[in-house]
């Protein structure tokens, strides 16, 4: 097959290529050109592009770099950067895949007569009896990233590879070490990519809106002190919310962005017997009934229901759970935890 | 299988074969550096003397007036930052290449803005000209469309609004189509690249006109009376002469040849293509220009389809990591975004044939038709 492997400069990718062509695939190389701002950690530094060009010399593929700036920026960075503003948790890695990487740069392999996209997730692709697909978590459990790719249909698996789902990440860099590619002992990349470690989110969402100042309220409406910025507080948080230190644990149970309200609770007060989850998309068939239920990137699945509800799905824990931040990504996995089935936003 | 058809010459062209052979000897038995004061020295010495000779003869300067520098870009900055030392103000159009123009917008100068075919605007720059002035920047060529600007009438206008200021240009990519010696009366600076005319990357030459005042951007040991020291690039500068005066003597004709290549190529487009832009009036731009936009294409996917079939052109510049940048020199010239987004420039040189440009209006109107029916059949599959 002709594949076109998006290289991030990262190990994976890098492996994901080699794997490609001992499979014997025509492999073309691309590094996606996405954000032209500051940036020291993810795909999009000049230093990362030269290192998948250079891997790809090592290949001995060609390789190109897309510019899908506009793209990343309507999709990924306003997206980013309008949830704040809204008070909801944003997911950046999963838009650049639904909307650049499996959307863009698909529809460009398409175009120009490639067969499949490849990337270097740590995930797996595989077929029924029936010759439908699934979507399963990567054999190295710890470095899965199946939570990232849970919007695939059964349209977009069918053009996707995932080389390196089969192996763990320990075996991804003894070849790359093997086959002297310098990214063999590159460090995974972290955070988000346009967001640099030494200013952080604060300094770059500080860059793009106003902060307001908010009021912090306990459960019952008792004003109890304010914080800076509202726009950086997330349901959850424990730290940074300039109230004095000793007693017990105190946590954001809830944010009215309207009101400029921020209430803060014990682990009591954040704890939610189910979720409204919407703009859910399924990798194959709608699915209903029991589930293991995925709210974060590396996050411990717990066992729930779900039901189509309203504009989305309902789910209820089977044991209440910490409150989920709005807007944060949840995935459905199936009982036994390997396929995923679907997900959306939390309401 | 025939070779590659190359048609990126205003990326680079290939070295002149008496270039590459003028240049060995520099890097053998004539090694030396010409600041000695030995014999070796004196031998290199008299190659970069007589190469400045025969540059300045080319040009239509004095030999004391050539300035060798490192590369078109170093020329640029070192016109423009030279210029500025005693302070003033910089001026160049919305038009010039990112040598010229992130200079000017780093030293806080004024841009002024070009027409719709590329040239500058004269009212404009007339409005931006005054006392405070101290260079003015207007390219001979644009690198990206190939239109000429009308230098004549910017130099009338440099001297009568801003008699103190300098004039500079960018005469990268006019040193193939234009006579030089009629560029070099109407400015005081003038940057040349040799690798666009068949000599070697990694020299330059800046034009200082007798008498004007330009402090030197590199200072160190002096060379170029203090204009531009360190150590001269001997075998770049000899080279650079061989490729100028090879350049200077086939002009005439070469533009003859390739105008008529060019006219082939894009009239080859156009017959068999519809929805293309031809994006400046052929009488307006040098002869080894094509650039044209297609409506409903990806410059990108377009330029990857060409390179597949090995027919190598460019769209805009390109930033450092290769991706392309949305080009400023059509947006500067007000070209619609839906057309600047399908662009592609063709650039022809002293190698091009006309088996070349035949093979490449095939490949690219394969590359465009392939490109249109794929963008069909996707609608189609997103309204099933």
Known sequence: ?347 | MPAPTYLDHAATTPMRAQAIAAMLPFFDERFANPSGSHRFARDARRAVDEARDRVAAALGVLPGEVVFTGCGTESDNAAIVGALANGGTAVCTAAEHHAVLHVVEHLDGRLVGVDGWGRVDLDDLAAALGPDVAIVSVMAVNNEVGTINDLAAVSRLVRERAPLALLHTDAVQAACWLDLRAITPLVDLMSLSAHKFGGPKGVGVLTVRDGARLAPLIMGGGQERERRSGTHNVAGIVALAEALCITDADRDRENERLGALRDRLVDGITSQLDGVLETVPRELKIAGSAHVCFSGVESEALLYLLDEAEVCASAASSCASGAMEQSHVLTAMGVDAEWAQGALRMSLGHTSSRADIDRAVDVLVDAVTTLRRAQVRRRGVGST
């Open chain 1, 1 to 347: 097959m002709k594949v076109m492997l998006a290289m991030s400069g990262g190990v994976d990718s890098s492996v994901a290529g080699a794997r490609l062509l001992e499979a014997g695939h025509t492999v073309v190389g691309v590094t996606m050109r996405l954000w032209g701002g500051e940036s020291d950690t993810g795909c999009c530094s000049v230093a990362d592009v030269d290192d998948a060009r250079r891997v790809a010399q090592q290949l001995d593929i060609d390789h190109v770099v897309f510019n899908f700036g506009d793209d990343f920026n309507e999709h990924v960075v306003a997206p980013y950067v309008s949830a704040h503003v809204t008070g909801r948790t944003p997911n950046p890695c999963i838009e650049c895949n639904r909307h650049v990487k499996f959307a863009r740069l698909a529809e460009r392999a398409d175009v120009l007569g490639f067969d499949a996209v490849a990337t270097g997730h740590h995930a797996r692709i595989g077929r029924t009896a029936d010759g439908r697909y699934t979507l399963e978590r990567g054999i190295d459990r710890a470095k899965d990233q199946s939570y990232v790719v849970h919007m695939l249909g059964q349209h977009d698996l069918a053009t996707t590879m995932f080389p390196i789902g089969e192996i763990t990440k320990d075996e991804v860099r003894r070849i790359a070490a093997g086959l002297g590619l310098r990214t063999a002992a590159k460090p995974d990349s972290q955070d988000v990519c346009f967001v640099t470690s030494t200013g952080g989110r604060e300094e770059f969402l500080g860059r793009r809106i106003p902060f307001r100042r908010a009021d912090v309220v306990d459960t019952s409406g008792r004003p109890v002190g304010t914080i800076d910025a509202l726009e950086l507080v997330t349901v959850g948080q424990r730290r940074r919310l300039g109230l004095p230190g000793g007693g017990p644990k105190r946590y954001v149970v809830g944010v009215d962005h309207a009101a400029a309200i921020v209430t803060i609770g014990s682990a009591a007060d954040l704890v939610d017997p189910g979720l409204h989850v919407t703009d859910v998309t399924w990798v194959d068939a709608p699915h209903d009934g029991a589930v293991l239920v995925q709210c974060s990137a590396h996050g411990t699945p717990q066992p729930a229901t779900i039901v189509p509800a309203g504009n989305g799905i309902d789910v209820t824990w089977n044991e209440p759970q910490r409150r989920v931040a709005p807007g944060q990504s949840v995935v459905f996995y199936d009982s036994s935890d390997q396929a995923v089935y679907g997900g959306g936003l939390a309401g």
